[in-house]
């Protein structure tokens, strides 16, 4: 492809972090590179505390755990988001309850939520999409009247804030993901951010294979143990000491995440204005990190059409999701509340343009004309 869809940035310091990680002998996991991310994640995202895992799928199985997920309970959350969002918690016998999505910002229909709880939900899953806030306000007073845990899949949502706070600090936990697609990466990787301080304990326990051998390396317990369920969610330092020269550069990476962002966005002004696409809603109360790009056909027919035409012309434009509601799995072991009208609408025309850091203004406006032409506008 002339134009990939995305090209992994690195910012020049991660092999001589990785060659420091090497030469200090700590390979394994927790050692001085975890602890330095760690520490950046809890300062800035003002978290009581930050584990790093081998992925964001990992960090909502985690949060399954935490959650004392049961066989039958039932977790709200959106059918058009990512596998892992509900398989974490099937994965513990949970039941995804899946609900709409707003017509504007892609995220759950937060008016749509309290009708769906019953006595036996236990969570609520909302997915910041594209790193634009759910109405978290809401969401958490839903939540706080029910009784029910927040759990934010934030995967995308790293650096974005709602009302001046960061995604992933605002739910009871969160869960980050450092996949190479997505805005800071280490290849896989991903982050559990605890909020609700009486979570810490036990969250590294589940974190080190059921053991608490984090207490026993601070000298807090002379001997370690089985002590709950677990596994090996932690990344090795190799990983950490690459993310490290990521979460340095964090704010400039963002930023120009932002400018490819905002050049996609004003060259299809016109042609939102002409009534042939819709572009991305930001509301006022969140700030995004330019996870992505993507505009919104009519109907199916035109995105076949236009992604054919991109394809064709060596421009790597994709689509996803397919809703978790209608995939073999997500009948097998979800069930649907209400409605997912606009979901299925959504999900048949989006189409996810090429964005990565340092993309070329001239490569923006060859993706926007190769839309316009095919469109014949
Ligand atoms: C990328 C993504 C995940 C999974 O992240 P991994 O780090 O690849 O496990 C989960 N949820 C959403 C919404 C995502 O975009």
């Excluded at 009784?147 to 995308?156: P, R, T, W, Y």
């Excluded at 650096?159 to 697609?181: C, N």
């Excluded at 991305?280 to 035409?309: G, S, W």
Aim: with cysteine; aromatic share 8%.
């Amino acid at each position: 492809m002339r134009i990939p869809f995305n090209k992994p940035y690195m910012t020049g310091k991660e092999l001589e972090y990785i060659s420091q990680a090497h030469a200090y002998g700590h390979l394994s996991g927790n050692g001085p590179f975890t602890k330095k991310c760690h520490l950046w994640l809890e300062e800035r995202i003002g978290c009581k505390k930050a584990l790093l895992t081998h992925s964001c799928t990992a960090a909502l199985e985690m949060a399954a755990i935490l959650a004392d997920i049961q066989p039958g309970d039932e977790v709200i959350m959106p059918s058009y988001t990512f596998v892992s969002t509900a398989n974490a918690f099937v994965l513990r016998g949970g039941v995804p309850v899946f609900i709409d999505i707003r017509i504007d910002t892609l995220n759950i229909d937060e008016t749509k939520i309290e009708e769906a709880i019953t006595s036996k939900t236990k969570a609520i899953v909302p997915v910041h999409y594209a790193g634009v806030a759910c109405e978290m306000d809401t969401i958490g007073a839903i939540a706080a009247r029910h009784g029910l845990l927040v759990i934010e899949d934030a995967a995308q949502g790293m650096m974005s804030a709602y009302k001046d706070r960061p995604l992933g600090s605002i739910g009871h936990l969160g869960a980050y993901s450092f996949h190479e697609t997505k805005g800071i990466i280490s290849g896989e990787g991903g982050a559990l951010l605890i909020n609700d301080s009486h979570f810490n304990e036990l969250a590294e326990v589940i974190w080190e294979k059921g053991t608490n051998r984090s207490k026993f390396f601070r000298g807090e317990v002379d001997k370690y143990t089985w002590q709950h369920i677990g596994s090996s969610y932690l990344p090795g330092e190799l990983i950490s000491a690459f993310l490290w020269a990521q979460l340095e550069e964090a704010d400039t990476l963002t930023l120009r995440r932002l400018e490819v962002w905002e050049n996609y966005h004003k060259q299809f002004e016109s042609m939102e204005k002409a009534g042939v696409l819709k572009r991305p809603v930001v509301p006022d109360e969140c700030r995004h990190n330019a996870h992505m790009y993507y505009i919104i056909l009519p109907d199916l027919k035109t995105r076949t059409y236009v992604l054919d035409n991109l394809n064709d012309r060596g421009i790597k434009a994709i689509f996803h999701y397919i809703p978790l509601h209608s995939s073999p799995a997500g009948k097998k072991y979800g069930r649907v509340h209400g409605n997912l009208n606009v979901t299925l609408s959504l999900s048949d025309r989006i189409v996810r343009l090429p964005l990565w850091v340092g993309m070329e203004h001239e490569k923006v406006t060859e993706v926007v004309s190769a839309v316009s032409h095919a469109l014949s506008v």
